[in-house]
């Protein structure tokens, strides 16, 4: 089984992506663009390798433009050298990775100019894919669409399309997912019996909009799981939980360990696959994959913490103490603990006098070799925030070009400067 998360990082350097407005779309522009988001894609397929995250969706917006007239670049030949390296890094690693087009990849729209754009956007994803050279395990995932006021009219209207729109190509890549509001697993799974696209179950999705409330998780994972051929790959889920102060359907900021321990040891399979849809990315992977190693060291832990540690003294220095505690067993390994204490922390607020108290922490680093300068500059802003008069934003940004420029790697890999 392998858990992992989608498009984007937290806290990984260089690893973001660029676009611009279609009027500034030049060739020149969308050359420097996409050179510029496939180096960036590359580290952090790095960094997924170093993390041991062997499942990541790639953003579909590497390539801007990708299944629009405005980009006339034959991108997959331009960047070939870069699409191969980096594919071989993915197969190499044993990573498997996705895609999944936005909400205006409408294969079932009665508009036919939508079903064009649609069927373009898929052949863009499909290309994306190819030219990494992965094979059909790596999945184009894509919600069935809209109702139109006739659900039935509109799943045939689907499946026509899908039967004759779609070239080989995409049908060996495309699943099908039940969404919040329109089609439940069971309708998506009606589809996949006529279409034989692979269902990929979504827990929250039907937790909101399901066809049987007697049913639970593991009996719909059960039943999608026959819609997966062997040359599919693995069964692929998605499994988030419902933000409790935002609109339903709204993903949580991080994933609550205990929750998503009790639903993994329901479904747990070696030939089962989970991506995390959660606002944190990769923190919450890296949290998922530990609390569920087969492998179980309190180095694990004791590594998270040293990413984890002066943003947990920033906002209470009582539950900086607490894991500190927790982690002196080394014989142990309390990982439902540490992530519960290291949450509520992380939830906690900052206060003046906690991001005060972190800060002084943090400079300890560099007390002995800053100059006077930039120790009077340090001094005057923390005597701001005290007074509050200046911001923590400001004195985290000194604390940063110090730690840049005395090269101080434990604490440029350090959370403190991402929260």
């Not at 969308?30 to 580290?43: M, Q």
């Not at 990775?97 to 009665?110: A, D, E, F, I, R």
């Not at 499909?126 to 669409?145: C, E, N, P």
């Not at 599919?232 to 991080?254: L, V």
Request: aromatic share 10%.
């Amino acid at each position: 089984m392998s858990i992992g998360y989608a498009c984007l990082t937290v806290g990984v350097p260089n690893t973001g992506f660029k676009t611009c407005r279609k009027a500034n779309a030049t060739e020149e522009k969308l050359k420097e663009l996409i050179d510029f988001n496939l180096t960036s894609l590359e580290r952090l397929i790095d960094y997924n390798i170093k993390s041991n995250i062997k499942l990541f969706r790639i953003s579909s917006d590497i390539i801007p433009f990708g299944s629009s007239p405005v980009n006339t670049l034959a991108w997959w030949e331009l960047f070939k050298p870069q699409f191969e390296k980096i594919g071989s890094k993915i197969k190499s690693s044993g990573m498997r990775v996705s895609m999944h087009p936005g909400q205006y990849t409408v294969l079932n729209s009665p508009d036919k100019d939508v079903v064009s754009r649609a069927v373009e956007d898929l052949n863009y994803h499909t290309r994306f894919l190819d030219s990494l050279g992965v094979g059909s395990a790596h999945k184009i995932i894509l919600h069935i669409g809209g109702v139109y006021q006739e659900k039935e009219k509109a799943m045939e209207r689907f499946v026509e399309n899908y039967q004759t729109l779609l070239s080989d190509a995409v049908k060996k890549r495309l699943v099908i997912e039940n969404d919040d509001r329109s089609y439940t697993v069971s309708e998506v799974l009606t589809i996949s019996q006529v279409t034989g696209a692979p269902v990929i179950y979504d827990n929250l999705h039907n937790a909101i909009n399901t066809s049987d409330v007697t049913k639970d998780d593991a009996y719909w994972i059960e039943l999608t799981r026959k819609t997966w051929k062997s040359e599919d790959g693995r069964q692929k889920i998605h499994y988030s939980q419902q933000s409790p102060m935002n609109r339903i359907g709204a993903h949580t900021q991080t994933i609550a360990i205990e929750p998503f321990l009790n639903f993994y040891y329901q479904v747990s399979r070696e030939d089962l696959d989970i991506m995390l849809e959660v606002k944190d990315k990769n923190l919450s992977a890296v949290k998922c994959i530990t609390a569920t190693t087969e492998q179980p060291h309190i180095n694990l832990l004791e590594k998270e913490w040293s990413l984890y540690k002066y943003s947990v003294l920033e906002r209470s220095p009582k539950l900086y103490d607490d894991i500190r505690q927790l982690l002196k067993d080394k014989s142990s390994f309390p990982v439902l603990d540490f992530y519960q204490l290291l949450d509520q922390a992380i939830a906690t607020e900052v206060t003046t006098g906690t991001a005060v108290n972190a800060a002084s922490h943090v400079y300890g680093y560099f007390k002995k070799e800053a100059t006077e300068k930039e120790k009077a500059a340090f001094l005057k802003q923390l005597e701001k925030v005290e007074q509050s008069k200046g911001s923590i934003k400001a004195l985290k940004k000194i604390l940063w070009n110090l730690a840049v420029l005395y090269n101080q790697p434990y604490l440029l890999q350090s959370y403190y400067f991402v929260f």
